[in-house]
């Protein structure tokens, strides 16, 4: 697609149910990262996938986090037993080798 | 470890001043560097990517520079205006591994009419 696209926009949930964040990347991209954002602070890290290789996962804060991406295409972040914590926006970005950093809208969880 | 810092936090100026946003990082062997502007709600959008090997780009009323050996880069906006209102973040990346970028906190610009 021409950009990267992330569902849904918004998403409520209540304490301890699991949620999936969907992200489309750029077509031909072979790159792809999950970042969180919370409140009036900065993005942080949690994982990165390059391709067919093994994804760097070291900045995933427990283990209640995980995603997967097939090939170089659609890649999921699952948060299982949410908690409030977890209240952030959640980013995706796709890039081609170092030539920069595309970023979806975003994915707004609320835990209630 | 590789820390990024954004000086003003927050910024707030009237319409048509020029103004200069400054990011700075501790180690300077960068592979590249990108300044993105964040809206209130949305994601984030890719102003300005500097290489290494430059020392400057620019975009309409916006110019980057890059001083790599002082660990350094600026962000100049002309003329401002109100719709340049956003957080405004620096993103350098280090190496051939593609997950070591770090972005500063922003700094949030308020442009008044």
């Known amino acids: 697609g021409a950009g990267v696209s992330q569902s849904p926009s918004n998403k409520v949930t209540e304490k301890g149910k699991d949620v999936e964040l969907r992200c489309d990347p750029i077509s031909g991209h072979t790159a792809l990262y999950w970042y969180r954002q919370r409140l009036g602070q900065g993005l942080e890290f949690l994982i990165y996938f390059q391709g067919n290789s093994a994804p760097d996962k070291s900045g995933l804060p427990s283990d209640r986090f995980s995603a997967e991406r097939t090939g170089e295409s659609v890649s999921t972040l699952t948060i299982q037993r949410t908690q409030q914590e977890d209240s952030a926006v959640y980013l995706c970005?796709?890039?081609?080798?170092?030539?920069?950093?595309?970023f979806g809208s975003g994915t707004r969880l609320t835990v209630v | 470890k590789q820390e990024v810092t954004q000086i003003p936090a927050a910024l707030s100026v009237p319409e048509g001043e020029n103004l200069v946003l400054n990011c700075s990082f501790t180690?300077?062997?960068?592979?590249?560097l990108q300044w993105f502007r964040q809206d209130p709600g949305k994601g984030l959008t890719s102003l300005l990517l500097?290489?290494?090997?430059?020392r400057e780009q620019t975009s309409g009323r916006l110019n980057a520079s890059l001083d790599k050996s002082s660990g350094r880069s600026t962000l100049y906006i002309a003329a401002s205006q109100p719709g340049d209102s956003a957080t405004y973040l620096c993103?350098?990346?280090?190496?051939?591994?593609?997950?070591?970028?770090?972005f500063g906190a922003g700094t949030r610009l308020t442009v008044k009419p």
């Open positions: 500097i290489q290494s090997s430059q």
């Open positions: 970005a796709s890039s081609l080798g170092g030539f920069g950093y595309t």
């Open positions: 180690d300077s062997a960068i592979y590249n």
């Open positions: 993103a350098p990346r280090w190496g051939g591994n593609n997950n070591d970028m770090r």
